[in-house]
């Protein structure tokens, strides 16, 4: 399992048009699923993302979790994170879960770090989406399990 966080000033993901998630300052985390993902690996990347500490604390060190913060957390799913880049011209997708256990993974997710305290907004799971967002630092981080 695969999250690209950002720390950003604001995000929003809109789809058909229609704003369907916000936020201010927080992560904006991409999402990405592997066919050998379970609970377990979901559970514990929710945890690590709430837990990695990249917001500024007094001493403009890194030393903050975005709860810490005052933040809030807009999920994306992103199938494309899971894609093969390792060779040839196109990316290939033979390592992405399927699209009904993806996006059971993706919901639980949301639900662990609802769990865990955490605001989240999400996008629509194999929707068409703009998303937008203001990378502040820029600070930008790949964590998988």
Known sequence: MIALIQRVSDAR???A???????GPGLLVLLGVEKEDDEAKCKRLAQRVLAYRIFADGDDKMNLNVQQAGGKIL?????????????GN???FSKGAEPIEAKRLYKLFNKNCSEMG???ETGEFAADMQVSSTNDGPVTFWLQI
Do not use: D, H, M, Y
Request: hydrophobic share 40%; aromatic share 4%; charged share 15%.
């Open 75 to 87: 999920v994306i799913s992103q199938f494309t994170l899971a894609a093969q880049t390792n060779k």
């Open 17 to 23: 048009g229609e704003n369907i998630g916000q936020i």
């Open 90 to 92: 196109r990316p290939g």
């Open 13 to 15: 993901v809109t789809v």
């Open 118 to 120: 955490i605001k989240v």
